[in-house]
């Protein structure tokens, strides 16, 4: 596996890092799992931004 770097605003640093922590996670175990539900229902940040409407559709499958 290969270390990858990717910036962040502080913010969404410290989200992230008190999400892995109370799932118990890694950052990069965190977005593992993150990745696949994203891809399932669909939820790519284009489609949140373009359609509310798809957006709560895929949010209510959940």
């Given amino acids: 596996m290969?270390?990858?770097n990717i910036q962040i605003r502080?913010?969404?640093h410290k989200?992230?890092?008190k999400l892995s922590e109370s799932?118990?996670?890694s950052y990069g175990g965190l977005a593992e799992k993150?990745?696949?539900p994203a891809e399932k229902f669909k939820?790519?940040?284009d489609a949140?931004?373009?359609s509310p409407q798809f957006t709560l559709?895929?949010?209510q499958r959940i």
């Fill in 2 to 4: 290969k270390n990858k």
């Fill in 10 to 12: 502080e913010k969404h």
């Fill in 15 to 17: 989200e992230l890092q």
């Fill in 23 to 25: 799932f118990g996670q």
């Fill in 34 to 36: 993150m990745i696949p």
């Fill in 43 to 45: 939820m790519y940040p």
């Fill in 48 to 50: 949140i931004v373009l």
């Fill in 57 to 59: 559709t895929a949010m």
